[in-house]
Structure formats: structure tokens, C-alpha cells
């Protein structure tokens, strides 16, 4: 049974050094860093400063630090978990959720969740986010109506999405794929007439695009294919009737620059310059959705 140090069964020597608390036969001078219990030669383990015993590396790091302290982590600093495309495969099976929904309801659920900014309904009632359903904001992230623009956003998701949260890890992936849908709707909400609905995953995925462009600047890869990826893209967007132009734009930008933070913050203050950066884009977001608001009403 282990003992506490210095406790009167603590097992001591003739020339009054304490016995090791593994090896009580065995007189010792230094003590395990963490717990302090007193250990010999065979049970001393090299630690950042001092000795740590054999229990308390198997219950810790083996550092001093805590036991997740030298798990391996993403460029980012992010935990690499057992199935890197979880979070992708979430937002994959929400978005197919909200579009079989549709498919049984209708016209009637899609007006309830699409983005608008002020509008009459069909009952004649004044809707949209300026009159307080900002839920708009974010629910119309998840709806689609045409099957072609369901698979192509899923695709995206999909190539995009795989990639981009195994480098960057669940939690900012999560901040990264949010914060761009939601400016992608804000600068649509801000430009777009107040009574013309949008709707869909496109502003997050172009977060995504734009985030793989500076993630593969970052790791010096060949920029090529997502710069074609990205003149196609925008060509499409620009040449295309009934896309919502705004929502690709938002999203790309705001998606690039949260990436930025998150990719190129130095080590000693990554996580305060990560999600400080996805909290100024946010803000920004809200800004403009406040004085789109305020112009409304």
C-alpha cells in the first residue's frame, strides 16, 4: 500500500533517509516531483524538472503536465481525434435531415427557415430577420430546395470538409465552418433586396474554399488547383441567374480570414489570436446585421 510522506509508517534507514515507497529496503534522498513520495535510483524517471515516480508518469504525461499535454496535435494545435471527419459528416447528415424535411413539407417549411430580410408572407404578415427572426440567419445555412444545389454544396462539404478538419481540428473547424455561414448571410441580408429569400450551404462552403487556399499557402503546396477551383467557381457565381452572389462572397472572405488566424498564429498565443480572430469576424457580422436592422425599420 502506498504511503503519505513523511507519515510515522514511512519506512526509514539507520542514517534517517526514508526507504523508497516501492522499494522500502532501499534508502533515497529524492522524491518524485509530482506526488512527492520518496523514490530510489530504479524508480526515478527523467521528468522536465527532476524525477517523477512510475505511477505518476502511467497516470499523467510523464511531464509534470497534465495527461493530454503530449497527445499529437494539428498545425493549429488542435486535438487529433480517432475519426478526423466526424464533425464533417454531422454537418453532411444535418443538412440531409433539413432536406428530406422539405421534401415531405414543402413550400411551407422553407418559408418558415429560408433567409429574408422583410417580407410579407402569404398571410399577409410581416416577416423576416428584421423583425426579429434572426434564426433566418442561421437556419437557412441547412436548407436547400433543388436536389442539384443539395449535392453540389454536399460534395463540397464533403472534399472540402474532410481535409480541412483533420488540419485544423473539430472545434475550430466547427467555429470556421459557422462563423462563414453566418457572414455569408449577413452580407446578403445587408445587399440583397429585403424581400428576395436565399437559401443554402453555399457561403460556409466557400468559407471552406477559402480557408483551403490559405491552409495550402501555409503548408506551401501547390496553389493551382484551388485557385482553378476558385475562378470556376466565382465565374459561376457571377454568371449564373438565381444565386445568391452575396453569400459566396461573405462566406469566402470571412472563411479566409479566420483561416489566416488560426493557421499563422505563433504558438505562445495561438489560442488567444485563433479565437480571437473568429470573434472579430463574428463581430463584424453582427455589426452589419445591426445596421441592416436598423435601415429596415
Known amino acids: 500500500m502506498d504511503q503519505v ?159 480541412l478538419e483533420a488540419a485544423l481540428g473539430r472545434a475550430r473547424f466547427i467555429a470556421l465552418y459557422l462563423v462563414s455561414g453566418l457572414a455569408g448571410s449577413a452580407l446578403t441580408y445587408m445587399v440583397a433586396a429585403p424581400n428576395q429569400p436565399s437559401l443554402g450551404a453555399s457561403g460556409a462552403i466557400f468559407g471552406l474554399m477559402g480557408a483551403t487556399a490559405v491552409l495550402m499557402r501555409r503548408l506551401r503546396y501547390d496553389m493551382r488547383p484551388v485557385i482553378i477551383l476558385l475562378a470556376i467557381n466565382m465565374l459561376f457565381t457571377f454568371t449564373m441567374n438565381g444565386i445568391a452572389w452575396e453569400a459566396h462572397v461573405g462566406g469566402l472572405v470571412a472563411g479566409a480570414l479566420v483561416a489566416y488566424g488560426m493557421v499563422h498564429a505563433p504558438r505562445e498565443r495561438r489560442a488567444l489570436i485563433q479565437w480571437g480572430t473568429c470573434a472579430l469576424v463574428l463581430l463584424i457580422t453582427v455589426a452589419v446585421i445591426l445596421i441592416r436592422t436598423s435601415e429596415l425599420t
Not at 14 to 41: F, M, N, Q, V
Not at 100 to 106: H, K, S, Y
Request: some cysteine.
Open 5 to 163: 510522506p513523511g507519515s510515522p509508517q514511512q519506512p526509514q534507514g539507520a542514517s534517517g533517509l526514508p526507504g523508497c515507497y516501492r522499494h522500502p529496503d532501499r534508502e533515497t534522498g529524492i522524491s518524485c516531483t509530482r506526488c512527492e513520495r520518496p523514490i530510489c535510483p530504479e524508480c526515478m524517471i527523467s521528468a522536465s524538472v527532476g524525477f517523477q515516480c512510475p505511477n505518476c508518469v502511467r497516470e499523467g504525461s510523464g511531464t509534470g503536465h497534465a495527461p493530454t499535454a503530449n497527445q499529437p496535435r494539428t498545425i493549429t494545435g488542435g486535438t487529433v481525434a480517432a475519426d478526423q471527419n466526424l464533425v464533417t459528416k454531422i454537418l453532411i447528415g444535418i443538412n440531409a435531415a433539413v432536406f428530406i424535411a422539405v421534401l415531405a413539407m414543402g413550400d411551407e417549411l422553407v418559408d418558415k427557415l429560408d433567409l429574408i430580410g422583410r417580407a410579407l408572407n402569404q398571410n399577409l404578415e410581416i416577416v423576416g430577420v428584421a423583425e426579429g427572426q434572426w434564426y433566418r440567419l442561421f437556419t437557412a445555412m441547412f436548407l436547400h430546395q433543388e436536389i442539384w444545389h443539395f449535392g453540389f454544396n454536399m460534395l463540397g462539404l464533403w472534399w472540402l470538409g474532410q481535409p
